[in-house]
């Protein structure tokens, strides 16, 4: 059976337009999915909106339009941005979806069958902001959320609740038996909360909230935002391709995939995500991103001014994965300037330039083996789901490829056309058509300029001695910014 990648984004509140730190999500998961598909996995990519909730009818009302309205022109938005950032995704969900909704409710009919549904109250207290009850305990002095620092609202109404703590004991051995499913640095955290867990509350009475899906067995009622969300990977889901491989979120909503989406699956007998990847957050020049600041990116703005793959090589390769990171605007600079430009787009016009003056002749890179050896690392990298080795492989490995083949060119000065320059030309054309293969999902724009789309990485491992075109051309790759 051929090997398969479901990646998934959270899908995005569309209460404002997309920002760096949902472009960030966003590309990393496109990044992964491109890469996937070169490594000849069949791959599912899909993203979208949470378009239900309190806060999008608020938002909604605010601005005097109607909630379908409101999120059919922010979802316009939204797939306008990520095809202006490259992103290919195979499918953008919408939980205001026709089918969606049905699968929903269907979802719900199978889950109170099983018994695991029952009608309660809740007391607590809710944050608009976040779409969540808190218990007193979490919240910071003064009743306020310790997100949005307001003060939350204290409510208690009927409710509909899943039996979310029946399932701490298969939680627990499930992450137990499956150490990939989260980052090890979260999962005491984890297991710390999980000593209290509740049930659920996975209902809204109408009176408090009409913009969501209606539950099956009960008129009245709507469904909880959360619960309605997480079902989008389900819904989506082309019957096979599951269950998620991949789910990259950020690691404020790491509770909700971590503990309340494999208990979900559990209570209608599903099979499991394999990995959660939870990223950082992104400060921009060490600073929390707002408007107040004045140091808001937009990462749209970015595209036009640097093209697309300079955002995405500095926000995959200068951004650890996992942990909090920093946008700066003088290291996305030197980065473009001298890496993507200094490194990469200078190789290409020096092999063009020398290609077309110069013969050369059909010749096996002489360090051939550091290319073997990093499709070899990413292919391993890829049977495990593993993003941050995928991406290190990226840097460490691949990357100082381009280097070498930059050096090489320097000692050997082939324009001098020397006895061996024919062979020296034709070995650097092999390694940096291979490297470019290789640098697809990184550099989508600045490679397919040079490969015409036509090579995947499994060409090459068949035939990794000779899977080259000759430039023909002077290819102007990046366009030098001040
Ligand atoms: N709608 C929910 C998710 C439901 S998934 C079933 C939601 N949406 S959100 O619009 O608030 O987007 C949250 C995601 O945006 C975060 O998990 C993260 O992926 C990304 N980011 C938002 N701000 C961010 C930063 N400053 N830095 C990095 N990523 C952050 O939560």
Redesign the pocket.
């Known amino acids: 059976m051929q090997n398969k990648c479901y990646i998934t ?8 337009e997309p ?4 472009a ?2 966003t590309i990393v998961a496109d990044f992964l999915a491109r890469f996937y598909r070169d490594v000849g996995y069949k791959t599912f990519f899909l993203t979208g ?2 378009e239900h909730g309190e806060k999008i009818e608020k938002t909604a009302k605010d601005k005097g339009i109607e909630p379908k309205a409101f999120v059919d022109e922010m979802a316009a938005l939204f797939k306008k941005a990520w095809e202006r950032l490259g992103i290919e995704y195979d499918y953008f969900i919408r939980t205001t979806d026709e089918k969606h909704k049905k699968g929903v409710q269907a979802f719900l009919e199978k889950v109170m069958e099983n018994g695991d549904i029952y009608l309660g109250t809740y007391e607590g207290y809710y944050c608009v902001g976040c ?1 969540r009850y808190y218990t007193e305990k979490e919240l910071l002095e003064g009743l306020l959320c310790p997100l949005h620092l307001k003060k939350v609202e204290e409510k208690r109404i009927e409710s509909y609740f899943f039996r979310l703590s029946k399932y701490k004991e298969m939680l627990l051995d499930f992450y137990d038996k499956n150490k990939n499913f989260i980052p090890d640095y979260y999962i005491d955290q984890i297991k710390n909360n999980l000593k209290e867990l509740k049930d659920l509350s996975i209902s809204r009475p109408k009176s408090q909230v009409s913009w969501g899906i209606e539950l099956p067995f009960d008129k009245e009622h709507v469904a909880y ?2 619960f309605d ?2 079902l ?2 389900y819904t989506a889901c082309p019957k096979d391709m599951w269950p998620p491989d991949m789910q ?6 790491l509770w ?2 971590a503990v309340i ?1 494999p208990a979900m699956l559990m209570a209608v007998k599903e099979k499991l995500p394999s990995r959660i990847l ?6 921009v020049d060490g600073r ?2 707002s408007k107040s600041l004045g140091n808001v990116i937009n990462p749209i703005e970015m595209a036009e001014k640097y093209g697309n793959d300079a955002l995405r090589y500095y926000l995959i390769t200068k951004i650890a994965f996992g942990v ?2 920093d946008f700066s605007i003088n290291a996305f600079k030197y980065a473009y300037n001298n890496e993507l430009i200094g490194h990469y787009g200078n190789l290409a016009n020096r092999l063009a330039a020398i290609s077309n003056s110069t013969d050369y002749e059909k010749a096996l890179y002489h360090d051939n083996e550091k290319i073997k050896e990093a499709i070899e690392v990413l292919h391993n990298s890829a049977r495990l789901y593993n993003a941050e080795s995928i991406i290190k492989c990226y840097t460490d490995k691949i990357w100082p490829i381009i280097s070498d083949i930059n050096a090489f060119l320097n000692k050997e000065e082939p324009w001098k056309k020397k006895n061996n320059s024919k062979n020296v030309i034709g070995q650097c054309l092999n390694a940096f058509f291979n490297v470019s293969v290789l640098l697809r999902p990184l550099l989508p724009n600045a490679t397919s300029n040079i490969l015409n789309n036509n090579i995947k990485i499994r060409d090459i491992r068949e035939d990794i001695s000779m899977q080259w075109n000759p430039v023909k051309k002077q290819y102007v790759v990046y366009k030098k910014v001040d």
Not at 9 to 16: G, K, R
Not at 248 to 253: A, L, N, Q, S
């Open positions: 984004t959270p899908i995005y509140y569309p209460n404002a920002h760096l730190g949902s960030y999500t909106l949470d779409e935002v959360w969300a997480l989008n990977y990259i979120i950020g690691k404020d909503i909700f995939h989406w939870a990223h950082g957050f992104l400060t929390k991103m909090d990171g």
